[in-house]
């Protein structure tokens, strides 16, 4: 299989239209709180994102694109998900990823993933199974959900703090070693079996993820 650079461009560029730009990954509900104030916050926020639920979900998107199991790792998705929120989260935008990607990047195993999850299998695993249809590898999945840990919290930071989208952008170019770091692990456990693979959590995030759905009135889905 012969990897495109342009395909993991498209792939991870904000535009996609996979439903992303709906969600804050927690940024919002941190906000509220007053644990994410500047652009300081903001970098320990994502930073703390990205070593859990961020290298938890680019494990799984390696082991998609690799080949494994895609039922097998939904299941293991749910299981790392305690919150019935972020599931429901990772399912929707999976559906939703699903639609892009099998207009983008048709492919029997979307298909099949398709029917078998009809209301949507975890967005990870679809990802993965996006990446590899798409002609990526682990690795590649592994970063596309590595960047997106971090971008997503800090694109919305901007609209709820009125941040500089410039000092937005310098917490992400500040973390991009570490992204690598947490890809190059999900990639390399992804390689040794869906047993091998991350379980780091974020409390909090799941915590604040229950209070964030019942709230009436919010800018963000989660």
Excluded: I, N
């Amino acid at each position: 299989m012969t990897t495109s650079r342009s395909a993991l461009l498209v792939l991870a560029d904000g535009r996609f239209p996979a439903g992303g730009h709906a969600h804050s990954g927690g940024a919002e509900a941190a906000v509220k709180a007053g644990r994410v104030k500047d652009a300081a916050d903001l970098e320990s926020f994502c930073r703390g994102r990205l070593h859990t639920t961020g290298l938890t979900s680019a494990g799984l998107a390696a082991a998609a694109a690799l080949g494994l199991d895609p039922y097998e790792l939904d299941a293991a998705a749910d299981a790392r998900t305690p919150s019935p929120a972020l599931r429901a989260v990772a399912r929707r935008l999976g559906r939703q990823l699903m639609r892009a990607a099998r207009a983008t990047w048709p492919s029997p195993e979307l298909d099949a993933l398709a029917a078998r999850f009809p209301r949507g299998a975890h967005q990870p695993v679809v990802l993965g199974v996006t990446a590899r249809a798409a002609g990526l590898g682990p690795e590649d999945a592994a970063h596309c959900v590595a960047y997106e840990a971090v971008g997503g919290p800090a694109t919305a930071a901007v609209r709820l703090l009125s941040l500089d989208p410039y000092q937005a952008t310098a917490v992400l170019a500040r973390l991009a070693p570490e992204m690598d770091e947490v890809a190059e692990r999900a990639a390399a456990a992804a390689r040794l079996g869906t047993d091998a693979l991350p379980a780091a959590s974020a409390p909090l995030l799941d915590l604040t993820a229950e209070q964030h759905a019942a709230w009436p009135v919010r800018l963000f889905a989660s």
